[in-house]
Protein backbone atom coordinates (compact mmCIF):
# COMPACT_ATOMS: atom_id res chain seq x y z
CA UNK A 1 0.00 0.00 0.00
CA UNK A 2 1.64 3.06 -1.07
CA UNK A 3 -0.56 5.69 0.53
CA UNK A 4 -0.75 7.34 3.73
CA UNK A 5 -0.56 5.17 6.59
CA UNK A 6 -1.91 5.58 10.43
CA UNK A 7 -2.15 3.72 13.40
CA UNK A 8 -3.39 2.52 15.56
CA UNK A 9 -6.64 2.80 13.51
CA UNK A 10 -8.15 3.11 17.17
CA UNK A 11 -6.76 4.23 20.62
CA UNK A 12 -8.33 4.49 23.83
CA UNK A 13 -7.20 6.06 26.78
CA UNK A 14 -7.58 7.32 29.82
CA UNK A 15 -7.57 10.28 31.30
CA UNK A 16 -4.32 11.63 32.40
CA UNK A 17 -2.34 8.88 29.75
CA UNK A 18 -0.88 9.38 26.92
CA UNK A 19 -1.37 9.02 23.36
CA UNK A 20 0.95 8.75 20.91
CA UNK A 21 -0.18 8.51 16.86
CA UNK A 22 1.41 7.48 14.25
CA UNK A 23 2.10 8.64 10.43
CA UNK A 24 4.15 7.51 7.68
CA UNK A 25 3.75 8.90 4.60
CA UNK A 26 3.36 8.41 0.88
CA UNK A 27 6.51 7.41 -0.73
CA UNK A 28 8.19 10.36 -2.29
CA UNK A 29 6.40 12.85 -0.05
CA UNK A 30 8.46 15.04 2.33
CA UNK A 31 5.51 17.30 3.49
CA UNK A 32 3.49 15.75 6.78
CA UNK A 33 0.12 17.73 8.33
CA UNK A 34 -2.01 16.80 11.27
CA UNK A 35 -5.27 17.44 11.48
CA UNK A 36 -8.15 16.90 13.81
CA UNK A 37 -11.74 16.34 13.10
CA UNK A 38 -14.18 16.69 15.81
CA UNK A 39 -17.92 14.95 15.84
CA UNK A 40 -20.24 16.95 13.55
CA UNK A 41 -17.54 19.24 12.08
CA UNK A 42 -14.79 19.71 9.46
CA UNK A 43 -10.93 18.63 9.42
CA UNK A 44 -8.95 21.41 11.52
CA UNK A 45 -5.07 22.51 10.82
CA UNK A 46 -2.99 21.27 13.75
CA UNK A 47 0.83 21.43 12.55
CA UNK A 48 3.01 21.29 9.53
CA UNK A 49 6.06 19.64 9.54
CA UNK A 50 8.85 18.63 7.17
CA UNK A 51 11.85 16.27 8.16
CA UNK A 52 13.15 17.12 11.47
CA UNK A 53 11.12 20.57 11.19
CA UNK A 54 8.03 21.76 12.45
CA UNK A 55 7.37 24.60 10.13
CA UNK A 56 3.45 25.76 11.27
CA UNK A 57 1.98 24.84 14.67
CA UNK A 58 -0.11 27.66 14.76
CA UNK A 59 -3.44 25.48 15.16
CA UNK A 60 -1.56 23.05 18.05
CA UNK A 61 -2.98 23.71 21.39
CA UNK A 62 0.07 25.21 23.60
CA UNK A 63 -0.08 22.63 26.56
CA UNK A 64 0.55 18.73 26.41
CA UNK A 65 0.33 18.86 22.35
CA UNK A 66 3.49 17.93 20.27
CA UNK A 67 4.55 16.64 16.72
CA UNK A 68 7.64 15.45 15.41
CA UNK A 69 8.90 14.31 11.90
CA UNK A 70 12.13 12.38 12.79
CA UNK A 71 14.91 11.98 9.85
CA UNK A 72 14.25 8.48 9.92
CA UNK A 73 11.00 6.95 10.96
CA UNK A 74 6.76 7.79 11.03
CA UNK A 75 5.78 11.30 12.06
CA UNK A 76 4.06 11.64 15.60
CA UNK A 77 1.66 13.17 17.39
CA UNK A 78 1.83 13.41 21.17
CA UNK A 79 -0.96 14.35 23.50
CA UNK A 80 -0.20 14.12 26.98
CA UNK A 81 -2.33 13.94 30.00
CA UNK A 82 -5.45 13.18 27.65
CA UNK A 83 -8.53 14.63 29.19
CA UNK A 84 -12.07 13.95 27.45
CA UNK A 85 -12.01 16.68 24.51
CA UNK A 86 -9.31 15.24 22.96
CA UNK A 87 -11.66 12.29 21.46
CA UNK A 88 -11.16 13.25 18.15
CA UNK A 89 -10.03 11.43 14.83
CA UNK A 90 -7.45 12.83 14.34
CA UNK A 91 -6.01 13.08 10.52
CA UNK A 92 -2.44 12.93 9.23
CA UNK A 93 -1.65 14.00 5.31
CA UNK A 94 1.16 14.31 3.06
CA UNK A 95 2.52 15.94 0.36
CA UNK A 96 5.15 16.40 -2.32
CA UNK A 97 8.08 19.04 -2.51
CA UNK A 98 7.39 20.04 -6.63
CA UNK A 99 6.96 23.88 -6.32
CA UNK A 100 3.52 23.11 -8.31
CA UNK A 101 -0.28 22.65 -7.65
CA UNK A 102 1.16 19.34 -6.63
CA UNK A 103 2.71 20.35 -3.79
CA UNK A 104 -0.78 21.63 -2.64
CA UNK A 105 -2.54 18.58 -2.91
CA UNK A 106 -2.46 16.48 0.50
CA UNK A 107 -3.54 12.76 0.43
CA UNK A 108 -5.14 11.66 3.60
CA UNK A 109 -4.54 8.27 6.05
CA UNK A 110 -7.84 6.35 6.86
CA UNK A 111 -6.87 8.52 10.73
CA UNK A 112 -6.74 7.87 14.01
CA UNK A 113 -10.12 7.23 16.01
CA UNK A 114 -9.32 8.53 19.93
CA UNK A 115 -11.00 8.10 22.45
CA UNK A 116 -10.52 9.14 26.10
CA UNK A 117 -12.41 7.29 28.82
CA UNK B 1 -9.53 35.58 8.49
CA UNK B 2 -9.62 32.35 5.52
CA UNK B 3 -12.73 30.68 6.02
CA UNK B 4 -15.43 28.19 3.83
CA UNK B 5 -18.72 27.68 4.18
CA UNK B 6 -20.94 24.94 2.99
CA UNK B 7 -24.77 26.16 3.42
CA UNK B 8 -26.27 22.35 2.96
CA UNK B 9 -25.95 20.29 5.93
CA UNK B 10 -27.34 17.27 4.20
CA UNK B 11 -28.73 16.35 0.34
CA UNK B 12 -30.69 13.81 -1.07
CA UNK B 13 -30.01 12.57 -4.76
CA UNK B 14 -31.89 9.54 -6.60
CA UNK B 15 -29.24 7.41 -8.19
CA UNK B 16 -28.26 8.06 -11.87
CA UNK B 17 -29.71 11.64 -11.10
CA UNK B 18 -27.39 15.30 -11.30
CA UNK B 19 -26.20 16.95 -7.63
CA UNK B 20 -24.70 20.21 -7.08
CA UNK B 21 -23.07 20.90 -3.82
CA UNK B 22 -22.36 24.62 -3.02
CA UNK B 23 -19.20 26.50 -1.45
CA UNK B 24 -18.31 29.57 -0.87
CA UNK B 25 -14.69 30.96 0.76
CA UNK B 26 -13.35 34.09 1.93
CA UNK B 27 -9.76 35.03 1.47
CA UNK B 28 -7.41 38.15 0.53
CA UNK B 29 -5.17 36.33 -0.75
CA UNK B 30 -5.12 35.90 -5.25
CA UNK B 31 -2.84 32.75 -4.98
CA UNK B 32 -4.81 29.67 -3.79
CA UNK B 33 -6.05 25.95 -4.60
CA UNK B 34 -9.59 24.82 -4.31
CA UNK B 35 -10.32 21.02 -3.40
CA UNK B 36 -13.53 18.28 -2.31
CA UNK B 37 -12.34 16.10 -0.40
CA UNK B 38 -15.18 12.90 -0.27
CA UNK B 39 -15.61 10.90 3.56
CA UNK B 40 -17.84 8.06 3.01
CA UNK B 41 -18.48 5.66 5.97
CA UNK B 42 -15.05 4.48 5.92
CA UNK B 43 -14.13 7.92 7.35
CA UNK B 44 -11.45 7.65 4.86
CA UNK B 45 -10.62 11.57 3.05
CA UNK B 46 -10.25 10.82 -0.68
CA UNK B 47 -9.35 14.15 -2.93
CA UNK B 48 -12.02 14.29 -5.05
CA UNK B 49 -10.67 17.34 -7.51
CA UNK B 50 -8.66 20.07 -7.44
CA UNK B 51 -8.49 23.81 -8.66
CA UNK B 52 -6.06 26.61 -9.60
CA UNK B 53 -7.72 29.68 -8.80
CA UNK B 54 -6.22 31.22 -11.82
CA UNK B 55 -7.22 29.28 -14.21
CA UNK B 56 -10.43 30.49 -15.86
CA UNK B 57 -11.41 26.70 -16.63
CA UNK B 58 -13.69 24.45 -14.89
CA UNK B 59 -11.80 21.19 -13.63
CA UNK B 60 -13.93 18.01 -14.56
CA UNK B 61 -12.70 14.50 -13.02
CA UNK B 62 -15.22 11.89 -15.11
CA UNK B 63 -18.40 12.41 -13.37
CA UNK B 64 -17.37 15.09 -11.29
CA UNK B 65 -17.03 18.78 -12.38
CA UNK B 66 -17.07 22.43 -10.78
CA UNK B 67 -18.23 25.56 -11.26
CA UNK B 68 -16.05 28.14 -10.31
CA UNK B 69 -16.98 31.69 -9.95
CA UNK B 70 -14.03 33.66 -8.29
CA UNK B 71 -15.04 36.76 -7.99
CA UNK B 72 -18.01 35.75 -6.76
CA UNK B 73 -15.45 33.33 -4.01
CA UNK B 74 -17.58 30.67 -5.27
CA UNK B 75 -16.71 27.05 -6.02
CA UNK B 76 -19.90 24.20 -6.62
CA UNK B 77 -19.15 20.51 -6.97
CA UNK B 78 -21.61 19.23 -9.53
CA UNK B 79 -22.13 15.20 -9.32
CA UNK B 80 -23.22 13.56 -12.87
CA UNK B 81 -25.11 10.10 -12.90
CA UNK B 82 -25.10 9.44 -8.86
CA UNK B 83 -24.15 6.52 -7.55
CA UNK B 84 -24.89 4.62 -4.74
CA UNK B 85 -20.90 4.70 -3.77
CA UNK B 86 -21.32 8.81 -3.44
CA UNK B 87 -23.17 8.56 -0.51
CA UNK B 88 -20.48 10.67 1.77
CA UNK B 89 -19.36 13.67 4.03
CA UNK B 90 -18.15 16.29 0.99
CA UNK B 91 -15.63 18.61 2.20
CA UNK B 92 -15.17 22.10 0.52
CA UNK B 93 -11.11 22.95 1.21
CA UNK B 94 -8.80 25.36 0.00
CA UNK B 95 -4.94 26.42 0.68
CA UNK B 96 -3.37 29.28 -0.34
CA UNK B 97 -0.06 30.03 -2.02
CA UNK B 98 1.58 31.82 1.36
CA UNK B 99 1.10 28.58 3.29
CA UNK B 100 0.46 24.92 3.36
CA UNK B 101 -2.79 24.78 5.85
CA UNK B 102 -5.72 23.68 4.65
CA UNK B 103 -8.99 25.06 5.44
CA UNK B 104 -12.22 23.28 5.48
CA UNK B 105 -15.84 23.71 5.87
CA UNK B 106 -17.96 21.59 7.96
CA UNK B 107 -19.12 19.42 5.09
CA UNK B 108 -22.29 18.37 2.73
CA UNK B 109 -23.76 14.67 4.10
CA UNK B 110 -24.83 13.35 0.78
CA UNK B 111 -27.08 10.25 0.31
CA UNK B 112 -27.59 8.54 -2.93
CA UNK B 113 -31.37 6.67 -3.15
CA UNK B 114 -31.62 3.62 -5.07
Known amino acids: NAGVMQNPRHLVRRRGQEARLRCSPM?????VYWYRQLPEEGLKFMVY????????ESGMPKERFSAEFPKEGPSILRIQQVVRGDSAAYFCASSRDTGSLTSYEQYFGPGTRLTVT | AQTVTQSQPEMSVQEAETVTLSCTYDTSESNYYLFWYKQPPSRQMILVIRQEAYKQQNATENRFSVNFQKAAKSFSLKISDSQLGDTAMYFCAFVTGSNYKLTFGKGTLLTVNP
Open chain 1, 27 to 31: KGHSH
Open chain 1, 49 to 56: LQKENIID
